[in-house]
Nanobody
Framework: VQLQASGGGLVQAGDSLRLSCAAS????????MSWFRQAPGKERGFVVG????????YYGNSVEGRITASRDNTKNTLYLQMNSLKSEDTAVYFC????????????????WGQGTQVTVSS
């Protein structure tokens, strides 16, 4: 499956932003999807994941309550709604797909989007 992330940009602290990840090439609903992020000098970390049906989401410790993941299997698209953004949310955000049940670790994901930069100014 090919993934194309979009929607990043430069925003101010407290703003909201919605990222999208468009999938193509395979049956989107066969894949568990997650968002990861990587700040300069840091490892790629888990942000939020969503099951194949979209019925359940899993959140990283630092984002729950401010970030929501959703998916539209009819549009083959994954979304990341981020509210009350903080400077520490600055990172490149990656969407990733895994054929099968949900998993937390980046190494468990086979397909990756190219990443979209989110910069939050304080």
């Amino acid at each position: 499956v090919q993934l194309q992330a979009s929607g990043g940009g430069l925003v101010q602290a407290g703003d909201s932003l919605r990222l999208s990840c468009a999938a193509s090439g395979r049956t989107f609903s066969d894949y568990s999807m997650s968002w990861f992020r990587q700040a300069p000098g840091k490892e790629r970390g888990f942000v939020v994941g969503i099951t194949r049906s979209g019925g359940r989401t899993y959140y990283g410790n630092s984002v729950e309550g401010r970030i929501t993941a959703s998916r539209d299997n009819t549009k083959n698209t994954l979304y990341l709604q981020m509210n009350s953004l903080k400077s520490e949310d600055t990172a490149v955000y990656f969407c990733a797909a895994r054929n099968g049940v949900f998993a937390y670790r980046p190494v468990q994901y086979t397909y990756w989007g190219q990443g979209t930069q989110v910069t939050v100014s304080s």
